[in-house]
């Protein structure tokens, strides 16, 4: 066998990346469209950095699994942490489900990553 077949691990890694890219598309999309047009309490800089900080860390967290990265699972474990708490304030501010919902799911994989060490 020349090509080995996709592992349970691989499947899990490209579900987390797939994820990952999804949470930072609707965090980044919601942030600027979204919060800033609605203003008021989702223009809070607290509520608006951390839109930021989750879209940043799911877009870096993609990239360490896309390139094997050795500290891929410890940074997925910081993506969960940061995903639960945009989804814990986006729940808070109201009327951002989307938001929540890709927060959430990326936290989730994110988890298991976390879990699973090489």
């Not at 945009?86 to 890709?102: F, L, R, T, Y």
Request: include cysteine; proline fraction near 3%; charged fraction near 15%.
């Amino acid at each position: 066998m020349n090509q080995p077949a996709h592992t349970p691990s691989e499947h899990a890694m490209q579900a987390c990346i797939d994820a990952c890219t999804q949470c930072h598309q609707v965090c980044l999309q919601t942030a600027m469209n979204h919060c800033l047009e609605t203003g008021g309490k989702h223009v809070k800089p607290k509520h608006f950095r951390l839109l930021m900080n989750c879209a940043e860390i799911c877009q870096t967290s993609a990239n360490f699994q896309l390139g094997n990265s050795q500290f891929q699972h410890r940074l997925c474990g910081i993506c969960a942490e940061v995903c639960e708490a945009c989804a814990a304030d986006c729940v808070k501010i109201g009327n951002m489900d989307e938001c929540v919902e890709a927060c959430k799911v990326c936290a989730e994989s994110c988890r298991q990553m976390a879990s699973t060490q090489h």
